[in-house]
């Protein structure tokens, strides 16, 4: 091992940064929310990009392909399920794509939004 390897930046994942190497977008438009996410992220080791709206978070997704999307389904400009129909279909795809809400009556509909395991608020 030579002096400069001490300085290259670890891309492997371990205990205490499981998220290492990931890129997170979050697609949230209540500032507490996303700020808890981006703590969380970063706590992790996981990059994160921010999008506040469907339209900014279009807008990011033409620059950067994410590792994992999560995505507030009440946003300003339409609905989150929206965006989780256009990643699950786009190639390459999102490796993991959530959908978040605050109202328990929505998780029938984000679930036919894509092809996800399980939904639940409990």
């Keep these: 091992m030579s002096d400069l390897d001490s300085l290259a930046p670890q891309r492997t994942p ?5 998220l290492l190497g990931m890129t ?16 969380m992220c970063l706590r992790s080791g996981a990059r994160i990009r921010r999008a506040d709206c469907l339209r900014s978070a279009r807008r990011h997704l033409r620059v950067y392909r994410p590792s994992v999307a999560i ?19 786009a190639a390459p795809r999102v490796g993991v794509i959530l959908g978040t809400s ?9 679930l036919g939004a894509g092809r996800m395991v399980s939904c639940s608020s409990r």
């Design 14 to 18: 371990t205990s205490s940064r499981p």
């Design 24 to 39: 997170v977008l979050a697609v949230e438009d209540s500032r507490y929310a996303s700020e808890a996410l981006r703590l």
């Design 71 to 89: 995505i507030d389904l009440g946003l300003p400009d339409g609905s989150g399920a929206e965006l989780i129909k256009e990643l699950d279909r």
């Design 102 to 110: 605050g109202d328990a009556r929505t998780e029938h509909g984000v």
